[in-house]
């Protein structure tokens, strides 16, 4: 993945005490510590690597409600407002479009699937409708019906995840935030129950309030200081063509094939659900939260067992005079599965036959940050005041990024949230992880 610099890089002196110490520089990282600076608070955000240099730049780039679990829709919903709002008080173009999202419907059963979301959210108000047959076909330039119908959102959005999220901690710097790149943060300290700092490879940051936005790096990062929580990764790929005139203005899914329109004229590709899911030791350990997933998913999710076992998500402790796994693995870097992405590029000519003699120019994987139910976990974490987990963002993360960064920093400065957090609290997994 190519990056746009954020500018952020700096060998200056790292501060000594801030108000918050956020760490992870992802889109949920990065936009607590823009909504934090917001308020007056001083804010050090420290990233490992770069920002946006794992999943926040390799998603999708979707910004849609369409589709969303009913209890992170409030938020969602809020996190589309954002994402327009500062897509205008940026002065960068991050390919942000408000050109709608449409689930295509090609069998009975799916199609259902969007009368019952509709139905199970009519009370959101939203501008989501169902297209008919022929309206699926002129909406795709076909008139052949392979589609029984469509869910089509016009106010649902796209944007280039690479160029904004570098571009939101520019913005969040200009506010104020502090941004530390290439500063792995090893461990929390405490003093009588309560965070009082945080020891990085750089040295040590006094601060009574910590969020840890570190996505798949979570939970290895908990379970270090003994709490337990139920996340996981998936490696998704991802493909992306060159540029081809095809009548796709706006996001596209479908049972094989996903499709975005790119700022530079060409198409990201991808399969919903398909995913790799990577054995390690916490895989067996929380095996049964994920036995849903697996059940619902077992034709399109793959198991694989490898090297990975032993790797950087592995099971692992360290001290804080010891090289963490953050220091030894700066960005994760998976290598995308070329055989799936063969098969959404055959589907993806199908449905739109002037990608024919359209080649694919890069292709690239993410690790995605899971918990069992795939709705975000926020909030605050039991024995430990001051800290805050925001994670488990499972794939919807970029759009839902903003929003979700708002509602951590207003839990973290006690002012009255967007939407209730109950629904985001770690602690419905019953584990160590929250109150």
């Not at 796209?158 to 913005?171: F, I, M, W, Y």
């Not at 935030?177 to 309560?194: D, K, L, P, Q, Y």
């Amino acid at each position: 993945m190519t990056l746009t610099p954020t500018g952020t890089d700096s060998p200056a002196l790292l501060p000594k005490t801030a108000d918050v110490v956020v760490i992870g520089g992802g889109v949920a990282g990065v936009s607590t510590a823009l909504f934090l600076a917001q308020r007056g608070v001083s804010v050090v955000l420290c990233e490992k690597g770069r920002v946006a240099g794992e999943q926040s730049s390799r998603n999708w780039g979707w910004i849609r409600k369409m589709g969303r679990d009913h209890r992170e829709l409030p938020l969602m919903i809020e996190s589309a407002r954002l994402w327009e709002q500062l897509a205008g008080e940026m002065a960068e173009d991050i390919g942000y479009r408000k050109c709608g999202a449409t689930y295509l419907a090609r069998t009975p059963a799916e199609l259902q699937r969007h009368v019952d979301w509709l139905e199970r959210n009519a009370d959101f108000g939203l501008d989501s409708a169902l297209l008919t047959e022929n309206e699926t076909d002129r909406f795709l330039g076909r008139n052949d019906q392979q589609f029984m119908g469509a869910l089509h959102t016009a106010s649902d959005a796209v944007a280039e995840p690479a160029l904004a999220v570098p571009a939101l901690a520019r913005h969040a710097e200009a506010q104020g935030v502090r941004i530390v790149e290439n500063c792995a943060v090893r461990t929390i300290e405490h003093s009588a129950g309560r965070v009082s700092g945080v020891v990085t490879e750089r040295g040590r940051i006094a601060s009574t309030n910590v969020v840890l936005a570190g996505g798949v790096w979570s939970r290895g990062f908990l379970e270090n200081f003994g709490v337990s929580f139920p996340q996981l990764a998936i490696k998704s790929s991802v493909l992306r063509t060159a540029p081809a005139s095809v009548p796709c203005s706006g996001a596209i899914g479908s049972e094989r094939v996903s499709i975005r329109p790119r700022k530079d004229g060409g198409f990201t590709l991808a399969r919903s659900g398909a995913a790799e899911f990577q054995l390690i030791p916490a895989a067996f350990r929380y095996f049964s939260d994920y036995l849903p997933m697996l059940r619902e998913r077992w034709q399109i999710m793959k198991i694989r067992a490898g090297r990975q076992f032993f790797g950087p998500l592995g099971t692992t402790r360290w001290g804080a005079d010891d090289i963490s796994p953050f220091e030894r693995v700066r960005i994760f870097d998976p290598t995308p599965d070329k055989t799936l992405l063969e098969d959404v590029m055959k589907h993806a000519r199908e449905l739109f036959p002037q990608l024919s003699g359209v080649a694919p120019v890069e292709s690239w994987a993410g690790m995605i940050d899971v918990v069992p139910d795939e709705i975000p976990a926020i909030g605050p974490v039991v024995g430990h005041d001051g800290l805050t987990v925001v994670t488990g963002l499972s794939g919807h993360g970029f759009g839902i990024g903003p929003g979700v960064g708002l509602l951590a920093a207003q839990i973290v400065t006690g002012e009255t949230p967007i939407v209730d957090p109950a629904a985001f609290s770690p602690a419905r997994f019953n584990r160590k992880a929250a109150a």
